[in-house]
Every structure is written in structure tokens, then in C-alpha cells.
């Protein structure tokens, strides 16, 4: 019995006086940037949803979605912008930024339009980093053939798209 006073009059003490409410201020647009060391391909322009490549699942990105921190894996990166247009764009790696105000940013090691995108050369990346990782020898080299290699499976994928 005695606990449990305690407890209602701990209960009672932290609900006493003006009580601190966190809250989000919801937007109806996201704004998004997006850049690579290669280009920059949105500078905070409105969009409506972004779909992205992560090492915890594929997902997308609508306004008001919870902030967020995530890796990005190699894949493709789909913006659905604003004019109802959607633009299809190939990552080798990164992170994804969603912030509490709605913002979201994508910073990419490396991003190519997937319109650009060889198939025939991204079979032949390929094929080069299986062979380096068929032949590897040391643990740092086969990590480096295996990432290669991921990309280049990545990369083949996107430019079949």
C-alpha cells in the first residue's frame, strides 16, 4: 500500500504544474535537396514524395514524415515532383535526411539520371568486379570487390528500368 501512495504521489508531483506538450509543425510541402559530388540535382524545390534505396528497406517519402536518418544502398531514387513528373536517379551510396520541418535531404557518394546510364557498359562493370572478386585475397580487397560488385548489380538493375 505504501508503494503504491508513493507512486500516485510521484504520479502527482510530475503532472503538476504547466505541462510540456511536444509537438511537430506539420507542412503540407517538403522541401528537397538532393546532390552528389558529381552534380546537384534539387536545391530546396518543393516535391511531393520521394521513393529511396536504404540498407533497412526501400521506402518513400511523403510531407510530414517522421523525422528520419537512414544509409542509402545502391539503387534507384524516384522524385515525384510537384508538376507531377517523375525523375528516376541511380545512387552508388549516401544518406537520407528527414528533418522535423518537413525537409529532406539525399547526399549521394556518387548519382547519375538513370536515362544516362549505359546497360551494355553497366554489364561490363559488372563483370570486371566479379572477376575482381573472384580473385581477391586479403579481407580489405574482397570487401572492396564485394561493394563493387553491388553497385555494378545496382547499376545494371537501374539501367534496365
Known amino acids: 500500500m505504501a508503494l503504491f501512495l508513493r507512486s500516485t504521489k510521484l504520479a502527482a508531483r510530475l503532472t503538476q504544474g504547466p505541462t ?3 509537438s ?4 503540407d510541402q517538403m522541401n528537397f535537396t538532393f546532390a552528389a559530388a558529381n552534380q546537384i540535382f534539387y536545391a530546396n524545390k518543393n516535391i511531393k514524395q520521394v521513393d529511396v534505396p536504404s540498407f533497412s528497406g526501400s521506402f518513400g517519402i511523403l510531407p510530414n514524415h517522421v ?6 544502398r545502391p539503387g534507384v531514387v524516384t522524385v515525384y515532383e510537384d508538376e507531377g513528373k517523375s525523375k528516376k536517379i541511380f545512387v ?3 544518406t537520407i535526411t528527414v528533418n ?3 525537409s ?5 557518394e ?15 562493370v559488372l563483370q570486371e568486379a566479379q572477376s575482381q572478386l573472384a580473385t581477391a585475397s586479403g579481407d580489405v580487397a574482397k570487401a572492396e570487390a564485394a561493394i563493387a560488385v553491388e553497385v555494378a548489380e545496382a547499376l545494371v538493375l537501374a539501367a534496365g528500368n
Request: hydrophobic residues 40%; glycine residues 6%; proline residues 5%.
Open 20 to 22: 510540456k506538450c511536444f
Open 104 to 108: 529532406v535531404q539525399v547526399l549521394a
Open 92 to 94: 552508388s551510396s549516401g
Open 24 to 27: 511537430r509543425n506539420y507542412a
Open 110 to 124: 556518387e548519382a547519375h539520371p538513370v536515362e544516362d546510364i549505359d546497360g551494355s557498359a553497366a554489364r561490363q
Open 67 to 72: 523525422p528520419t536518418l537512414a544509409v542509402l
Open 100 to 102: 522535423e520541418d518537413s
